[in-house]
């Protein structure tokens, strides 16, 4: 058997169409044509023929791969995740899969370390995440504890409080419905789950100024107040709905004082009850 001719595909020039005995045989790319010293004229054995084929369906999972990293760094472990999802029709992909992956290495476009650095500054700088939380989502893309710690010094404690502050801002504004004690509760998990520490989460809300129009939290407070009362006042009375309607106000976080002002102001409600 001889290859008669090997011309460039139309569409990609860096695979070759590979004719043998003036019919075409199979596409490779130009590593493997590279790779088996092909030229026009050639003779060639089957067997030869079938390492051909073998080298081009090993150089797919590598385009594969290839083509992965061209939408944004990738783990080692979710680059092995990734490939062994594929179909590739070959015998042993496992092996081939880590060759692949070793090559990449090598190559350095697989790099956990630099990885980490470069996940930590995007969580950091764009999504403000905190450290912990950061931390986390490494560890569930397979990298390890020394590189995590590595790519976290790229966060340093200014940045925690500067992030962890800002959002807390952001947060209050949008809570504005909320008295000061709950909101501050409710901030603190909302930091917290964002995965910021507990030191730099009480310094930030320590910043954030929660004090609101009196009169706007004893409307607030006089709507939550209402409800609780026509809840409650079905099946109690007197001493017994105070007691239940206050808790509820303090539960919510309201002010004491701002309570029993209401209190007072609802005596009547509560009298003819009794």
């Known amino acids: 058997m001889k290859i008669t001719k090997i011309e460039p595909q139309k569409n990609n020039h860096e695979r070759y169409s590979i004719y043998v005995d003036e019919e075409f045989y199979?596409?490779?790319?130009?590593?493997?044509?590279?790779?088996?010293?092909?030229?026009?004229?050639?003779?060639v054995t089957q067997a030869q023929l079938d390492q051909l084929t073998h080298h081009e369906k090993e150089h797919k999972v590598i385009d594969k791969a290839l083509n992965y990293l061209s939408y944004g760094l990738r783990s080692i472990s979710?680059?092995?995740?990734?490939?062994?999802?594929?179909?590739?029709?070959?015998?042993?992909?496992?092996?081939?899969?880590?060759?692949t992956i070793e090559k990449l290495i090598q190559m350095n476009y697989l790099n956990d370390e630099e990885y980490a650095k470069s996940y930590v500054r995007t969580a950091a700088n764009l999504n403000r995440k905190g450290p912990r939380k950061i931390h986390q989502e490494l560890k569930q893309r397979g990298v390890s504890e020394s590189h995590i710690m590595t790519g976290l010094d790229e966060y340093p404690m200014t940045q925690q409080l500067e992030n962890a502050f800002d959002l807390a801002?952001?947060?209050?504004?949008?809570?504005?419905?909320?008295?000061?004690?709950?909101?501050?509760?409710?901030?603190?998990?909302?930091?917290?789950?964002?995965?910021?520490?507990?030191?730099?989460?009480?310094?930030?809300?320590?910043?954030?100024?929660?004090?609101?129009?009196?009169?706007?939290?004893?409307?607030?407070?006089?709507?939550?107040?209402?409800?609780l009362l026509r809840r409650h006042q079905r099946k109690y009375t007197g001493y017994e709905l105070q007691h239940r309607v206050s808790s509820g106000l303090y539960s919510k976080g309201y002010d004491y004082d701002l309570i029993q002002q209401w209190l007072l102001d609802k005596e009547e409600a509560f009298e003819e009850q009794r």
Not at 78 to 99: D, W
């Open 26 to 43: 199979v596409g490779i790319h130009e590593e493997v044509l590279i790779q088996m010293g092909l030229y026009q004229g050639q003779t």
């Open 78 to 99: 979710e680059m092995r995740k990734y490939l062994m999802q594929q179909s590739f029709e070959l015998e042993h992909i496992e092996a081939t899969i880590e060759r």
């Open 169 to 227: 801002e952001k947060y209050c504004r949008s809570k504005t419905k909320y008295p000061p004690a709950m909101l501050k509760n409710k901030l603190y998990q909302y930091l917290l789950q964002k995965g910021f520490a507990r030191e730099v989460i009480q310094e930030s809300i320590d910043q954030v100024e929660f004090s609101s129009n009196p009169e706007e939290q004893y409307d607030r407070l006089n709507r939550e107040g209402e409800r």
